[in-house]
């Protein structure tokens, strides 16, 4: 298969940086399709870590060209800081990706304060919302400064803001200088490489259950990780994208507010936690952990159309004297299948739980699939046939060559 979306079945942090490393290894193109630097992916190979918020997690391989979509929103000094770690001549950005101004992370704390959504404040719902609202200023505005200063000054008198788009450009200006050749029609670009047989990866952030339209909303992110969503953010027609593998940790976490069904109690939940850093890449922030929930899993493949999956951090399941699955949920005692759409009637789900024994042994050397415990093999192939798809990978461990291969996509 050449056209692969690497998609996050969960609430984000399902590794799929990993990944998306390890396919880049034997692809042409790696394509980041949304979000912005509210989001972390890392890699680690030879025991160095590497964390990326913006650039295509194909980047560190020099012969991957890397594409920045127009579905993303684009923080500027996040973008020069990690341009001066990876210099790399194969990256193209959107023209038509819009810009996070500095003022947009002021409006974001804000109406966080306000909402108590627990978003990152980087400023990537206000810029969003910039964007439906047909105000936003694109990359493009970055060719010209007359051009710049006149649509950052269009939309600061829209929200009565004091801002000076000629002195940001002027102190940015030698870095802008740098992009501004990687700056171009990128959906032009990815349509001529399918036409050529390249082998492409489009790489999401965040997780379907953050996604604005299937997530639990309101505490969602701004933008579509969904497999539905991809094809919108990049440009090309959803044919063109052959197979769709969905990340799966092998537990449940998110980070920030909002209801979270399977949540475990704090005191597993840090025992897990500090076995597997579960602090959020960009923000610090500890995330909450859970156990496999199959309602949302469900949930998520509706809109994404899985084809293989790939289980992540399965090593630290051994700190789990039992592993649960949430196979439906209870609402005042009546059994219900599906994702509530409103919030409030999550809030009074009750998970009904399948129990699954664990296991003590360690695996992070493990290479084959039928070397794993039966208790594990078990627990992935009861979730695999719910979810009607096939097992690609299963990660031992978060080095790169802790990955163990189960079909050859």
Not at 61 to 86: D, P, Q, S, W, Y
Not at 161 to 183: G, L, M, R, T, V
Not at 308 to 329: H, W
Not at 374 to 382: G, Q
Request: aromatic fraction near 8%.
């Amino acid at each position: 298969m050449k056209n692969i979306a690497i998609v996050g079945m969960q609430w984000g942090d399902e590794g799929k940086g990993k990944m998306t490393d390890y396919l880049a290894q034997k692809t042409d193109v790696v394509v980041r399709y949304q979000g912005g630097d509210n989001a972390g992916h890392t890699v680690v190979f030879d025991g160095k870590k590497i964390d990326l918020h913006l650039l295509p997690s194909g980047i560190i391989h020099k012969n991957v060209i890397n594409i920045m979509a127009h579905g993303m929103v684009i923080n500027l000094e996040t973008l020069f800081k990690e341009l001066r770690k990876f210099k790399s001549e194969n990256l193209y950005i959107s023209d038509r990706a819009h810009l996070i101004l500095p003022f947009h992370r002021d409006i974001d704390t804000e109406n966080d304060r306000i909402q108590k959504i627990g978003t990152t404040k980087k400023g990537i719902g206000p810029t969003y919302s910039d964007k439906i609202l047909r105000k936003g200023v694109r990359m493009s505005s970055l060719q010209s400064m007359d051009r710049f200063i006149h649509d950052v000054n269009n939309l600061c008198s829209s929200k009565n803001i004091s801002f000076d788009p000629e002195k940001y450009y002027k102190e940015n200006f030698k870095n802008i200088k740098e992009i501004i050749p990687k700056i171009t029609n990128t959906s032009f670009l990815l349509n001529k490489f399918v036409e050529e047989n390249k082998r492409i990866i489009f790489e999401g952030a965040q997780g379907v259950m953050l996604d604005i339209d299937h997530g639990t909303y309101p505490y969602v992110t701004s933008s579509s990780p969904s497999v539905s969503g991809l094809p919108q953010a990049v440009g090309i027609a959803p044919w063109k994208i052959n197979a769709a593998l969905g990340i799966i940790k092998a537990y449940s976490t998110r980070v920030g507010e909002g209801p979270f069904p399977t949540e475990m109690g704090e005191r597993l939940a840090s025992k897990i936690r500090e076995a597997a850093n579960e602090y959020g890449t960009t923000t610090g922030r500890p995330r909450r952990i859970g156990y496999l929930d199959l309602v949302a899993l469900k949930h998520a493949s509706l809109s994404s159309g899985l084809t293989y999956i790939a289980f992540t951090i399965c090593d630290v399941l051994n700190n789990i004297d039992v592993l649960k699955v949430c196979d439906y949920y209870t609402i005042e005692g009546k059994k219900i299948n599906t994702y509530p759409s409103h919030i409030e009637d999550l809030k009074l789900v009750k998970p009904h739980y399948i129990e699954f024994p664990s296991f003590q042994k360690d695996i992070t050397n493990v290479k084959k699939f039928d070397e794993l415990p039966v208790e594990l093999k078990n627990y992935l192939l009861y979730i695999s046939k719910e979810l009607k798809s096939e097992i690609a990978f299963v990660s031992v461990g978060p080095d790169r060559k802790q990955t163990i291969i189960c079909n050859e996509i």
